[in-house]
């Protein structure tokens, strides 16, 4: 079997990232990807004042996500985030 065998596009993990973004986001975990700081993405500080969303961890202010909304696309950035731990 070639390795080009085992390779499918972003379709084949449609189900998968449905099935993630789906749960209460607020109670996942997510890691600073600055400090390190584990913290429920509930808990984080939200700025909603600026051109969009901005996300920033409550212990070290890092950038974790900014959201910016337009009439028919969402920009989700979430460089911030080392990890995001979700429970199911
Ligand atoms: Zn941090």
């Keep these: 079997m070639k390795q ?5 596009d ?3 993990i449609a189900g998968v990232l449905g099935e993630i973004f789906a749960v209460e986001m ?3 975990e997510g890691t600073c ?3 390190g700081n584990v913290a429920p993405m509930g ?6 004042n600026a051109p969009g969303i901005v996300v920033r961890c409550s212990a070290c ?3 974790l996500m900014t ?3 337009g009439r ?3 920009w989700l950035d979430l460089s911030g985030v080392r990890r995001l731990e979700l429970r199911s």
Excluded: E, F, P
């Design 61 to 63: 202010t890092q950038v």
């Design 4 to 8: 080009s065998d085992l390779k499918l």
């Design 43 to 48: 808990a984080v500080d939200v700025y909603v």
């Design 10 to 12: 972003g379709n084949a």
């Design 33 to 35: 990807a600055g400090c």
């Design 67 to 69: 959201i910016v909304r």
């Design 72 to 74: 028919d696309r969402t």
């Design 26 to 28: 607020t109670v996942a």
